[in-house]
């Protein structure tokens, strides 16, 4: 059994399952599943197949031709924190990932992400002969909390993916539930809040966010200095749900 794609959409995620039979011939059939099935099932393809191999090979077959990098965290409160690195740095960044990846068990595999890198190499014909010689071609993949030589590296170019409690206090929160919108001022709520927000185009399909609750966040008036800032807009994770979070959602009322 080899899993071939995965595709998210409002009933569940859709995934292609090849079955490969005795006699050689190869049965392709899809399945809408739910995010804990995907887990489950990604964890036993890890386990027992080859799937780490043929999700991350294609890094191999990019890295000669790789052009840069970019690196970001999947909670970043605002857009000013990414990082690009050129082809040299690119080149280390890959050889620490390998090393990560491999040893990497399943279930950090199907974790919680703490960033996502893009891959841009100029592509050539005997990877794909429906892209021209000298377009970009793009990979994305998860950066998990477990790849500590990626994310030391990644630290010493001055980049790290941790916020520190102090900056927390640069931000204000409000949260939405059904058309109710709701201020978060305590500083214990923020932090437990900040932990658990990842947006929902970022959110890997195995991981559910909690439904109809949605999480403005944008510098606050002291720190923005006057100008006016829309904020980003976040899912809260269900795995790191605040306690606060789960009583508005059961009630519809904030915590007293």
């Known amino acids: 059994m080899r899993?071939?794609?995965?595709?998210?959409?409002?009933?569940g995620t859709e995934i292609g399952?090849?079955?490969k039979k005795k006699s050689g011939f190869d049965i392709t059939r899809q399945y809408i599943v739910t995010a804990e099935q995907l887990g489950r099932l990604l964890e036993a393809c890890y386990?027992?197949?080859?799937?780490k191999d043929n999700k991350y090979d294609i890094l191999e077959k990019y890295r000669q031709k790789v052009s840069f990098i970019t690196v970001d965290p999947l909670n970043e409160l605002d857009d000013q924190y990414s990082v690009?690195?050129?082809k040299s740095d690119s080149q280390k960044l890959l050889d620490l990932l390998k090393q990560d990846i491999a040893e990497a068990s399943p279930q950090e595999l199907i974790?919680?992400?703490?960033?996502?890198m893009e891959l841009y190499a100029t592509s050539y014909a005997d990877m794909d002969e429906h892209i021209a010689p000298e377009s970009y071609a793009e990979v994305g993949r998860y950066i998990f909390p477990t790849f500590k030589?990626?994310?030391v590296f990644l630290k010493e170019k001055g980049y790290a993916f941790v916020m520190e409690k102090e900056n927390l206090k640069q931000y204000d929160y409000s949260?939405?539930?059904?058309a109710e919108e709701m201020d978060v001022?305590?500083?214990e709520q923020k932090e437990e809040l900040a932990q658990s927000l990842i947006r929902e185009l970022e959110c890997p399909a195995w991981l559910e966010t909690e439904a109809g609750v949605s999480v403005k966040v944008a510098l606050n008036s002291t720190e923005s200095a006057g100008e006016s800032l829309n904020g980003i807009e976040f899912a809260v994770l269900k795995a790191k749900e605040p306690e606060f979070i789960k009583k508005i959602v059961e009630t519809g009322e904030e915590e007293e």
């Open 3 to 11: 899993l071939i794609r995965t595709v998210r959409n409002c009933s």
């Open 17 to 19: 399952v090849q079955f």
């Open 47 to 51: 386990e027992q197949g080859t799937l």
């Open 84 to 86: 690009t690195l050129e």
């Open 111 to 116: 974790g919680i992400p703490c960033g996502q």
């Open 149 to 151: 030589r990626t994310l």
């Open 175 to 178: 949260v939405t539930y059904n």
């Open 185 to 187: 001022t305590d500083p």
